[in-house]
């Protein structure tokens, strides 16, 4: 079963780069890698997705390594409304038929002025 | 584009009873998932279904159930409530690929569930 890992809380300052890593093993190989932002009272949102390598969006970037087991959310030059919890999503494959979906811990993001 | 709505936004429910919650997504959006968030778990998959026919689960009892109408609106169900089932029932629609590649999903504000 695939099982996922993320820093619980991270401190930045405005206009920093922050990078927020998600360890994730055994998950499904044909499943995409994703990351959601969370405000408070708030269902999460969508902020991007990857398969391997890189990817860039206009809020972020993903970084993938070749053998999947982690990736990372780049968020350059955060704000103040950037604060709220990131969440890494992976598929996690039994070897069965069907998938289900996992979602990381959770990384709390504080951006300080 | 209206988004995802959910129905009710909040619930108050004693053990042992049963709940259903409703979820319509966006207009176009054939794949709706469930999760339950809570403090201690954060967020859990419960199942996604897709043109009516649930397409994966998660590792949840069986008192958890869902279905979806031609029309892709999805209700879900807890039935023998229990004091552990108080959460925020997250629904997430999504214009899908094929299984395994979770476009993106649009989640909904949630049910606040509260079982006394």
């Known amino acids: 079963l695939a099982k996922t890992t993320q820093p619980i809380s991270m401190d930045s300052y405005e206009g920093q780069e922050v990078n927020i890593t998600c360890s994730h093993n055994n998950i499904a190989t044909n499943d995409y890698i994703t990351w959601y932002q969370q405000f408070p009272s708030q269902g999460p949102r969508f902020i991007i997705q990857?398969?391997?390598t890189k990817v860039t969006n206009e809020v972020a970037s993903l970084f993938i390594p070749a053998d999947r087991k982690s990736s990372t959310l780049s968020l350059p030059r955060v704000s103040l409304s950037d604060t709220a919890v990131y969440y890494c999503?992976?598929?996690?494959?039994?070897?069965?038929?069907?998938?289900?979906?996992?979602f990381g811990t959770g990384t709390l993001l504080a951006v300080q002025p | 584009k209206a988004g995802v709505t959910q129905t009710p936004r909040y619930l108050i429910k004693t053990r042992g009873q049963q709940v259903t919650l409703s979820c319509s997504p966006i207009s176009g959006h054939r794949s709706v998932s469930w999760y339950q968030q809570t403090p201690g778990q954060g967020l859990q998959f419960l199942f996604e279904y897709f043109s009516e026919t649930q397409r994966n689960k998660g590792n949840f009892p069986g008192r958890f159930s869902g279905r979806q109408f031609s029309n892709s609106r999805s209700e879900m169900n807890v039935s023998t409530l229990e004091l552990g089932d108080s959460a925020l029932y997250l629904c997430?629609?999504?214009?899908?690929?094929?299984?395994?590649?979770?476009?993106?999903?649009?989640f909904g504000p949630g049910t606040r569930l509260t079982v006394l």
């Open positions: 997430a629609s999504s214009f899908p690929g094929t299984s395994g590649n979770y476009n993106e999903q649009f």
């Open positions: 990857g398969y391997k």
């Open positions: 999503l992976v598929g996690d494959s039994d070897g069965g038929a069907t998938n289900k979906l996992i």
